[in-house]
């Protein structure tokens, strides 16, 4: 019963912020193609690649269109990984165990979760109603975290929620810096620069990124500083390096932590002895598959210590948390 209500939390955590990278990602690749110049190689199948749903986007529409591709990766219900589906599955997550969070979250989740079904499937019909609708997700998503934040307890409910919330956000932030490393620009060096300048701005200011960028990196933007400032920056808190540090700092709250803490090092390690000038998009490419391969492994260790049916790994868990809870 325990590790149920503790994968319960993770989970809830991990798709409300699905919800809101997956919303991030989609605008930053439409920011993304607005900058392309005349030359410029990309396809929204690079997206499907990106976030692994190439597949069952083939299986279930065929050929990769735009207005197809956005509703499977916003409306789509069948597809685990679109908006629709994660705000689906965070409130059925949170709705069987709403004691352990304060009143007003249930009621901004739903509320949430009722804007998401109502307009998931209208949002597709131009790109600026898309962005519009998309930033309205990720502002309430916000809403809800400032809630959780401001006014929960920081026991192992919190911890589990803070471990998943992170464990997410490290995975997104990875693919939407290799989303937009996919694209081939012209030959002509000049162009090169300014467009991927204004490619990589695109993507700051996706991820609310581009003032703390300014502030702490430079005023100018560079593909490599950007990369690195998304990938390595300790304070900056989309960032992997920081996502995996306060993954760390939860399940350092957390019993029997020892196999899932050193998977969260490992994984910082090979972070850390990333070497980032002069990266070529192909070398990047195959180090963020690797750094999601590191996170995936990350997560076997946290689901084998608590999620387990087995698990031993809440002897010292409050007795609060003997609840029934939904399987995520």
């Known amino acids: 019963m325990l590790s149920r209500v503790a994968e319960n939390l993770y989970w809830m955590a991990r798709y409300l912020e699905r919800t809101e990278d997956m919303a991030r990602l989609i605008n930053a ?10 030359g410029a190689k990309f396809g929204w199948d690079i997206l499907l690649q990106v976030t692994g749903d190439a597949e069952l986007y083939t299986e279930r529409y065929g050929t990769p269109e735009e207005d197809r591709i956005m509703r499977f990766l916003i409306a789509d219900e069948r597809n685990p990984n679109s908006v629709m589906a994660a705000i689906h599955q965070a409130r059925e997550n949170c709705r069987t165990f709403r ?13 949430l979760f009722l804007f998401v079904r109502e307009h998931a499937g209208i949002s597709s019909d131009s790109r600026h109603a898309r962005y519009a609708f998309l930033n309205e997700v990720i502002s309430r998503r916000h809403a809800l975290v400032g809630l959780l934040i401001s006014s929960m307890s920081q026991d192992n409910v919190y911890q589990f929620i803070k471990l998943g919330r992170n464990m997410e956000r490290a995975d997104m932030t990875s693919r939407i810096v290799d989303v937009t490393s996919a694209v081939i620009l012209p030959q002509d060096h000049g162009l090169q620069k300014t467009t991927g300048a204004s490619l990589w701005l695109g993507v700051l200011r996706a991820m609310s990124a581009f003032e703390m960028y300014r ?13 690195n400032y998304l990938l390595k920056d300790g304070k900056f808190p989309r960032s992997m390096k920081y996502c995996m540090g306060e993954m760390e700092v939860a399940l ?11 998977a969260v090092r490992r994984a ?34 946290i689901q084998g210590t608590y999620f387990a049916r087995d698990a031993s790994g809440f002897d010292d868990m409050p007795k609060g948390l003997h609840l029934s809870a939904v399987q995520a």
């Not at 690749?29 to 005349?38: E, R």
């Not at 004691?99 to 509320?111: I, K, S, V, Y």
């Not at 502030?215 to 990369?227: A, D, F, P």
């Not at 350092?252 to 050193?262: F, Q, W, Y």
């Open 215 to 227: 502030r702490h990196v430079s005023v100018q933007v560079h593909s490599n500083q950007v990369v």
């Open 99 to 111: 004691d352990l969070l304060p009143a007003e979250f249930w009621e901004r989740l739903n509320t």
């Open 252 to 262: 350092a709250h957390l019993p029997n932590t020892g196999v899932p803490s050193e």
């Open 29 to 38: 690749t439409t920011l993304l193609l607005l900058d392309l110049p005349q």
């Open 268 to 301: 910082r390690r090979r972070l850390d002895a990333l070497k980032l000038v002069n990266l070529r998009p192909d070398l990047l490419h195959e180090y963020l598959d690797q750094a999601q391969k590191d996170l995936a492994m990350v997560h076997r260790t």
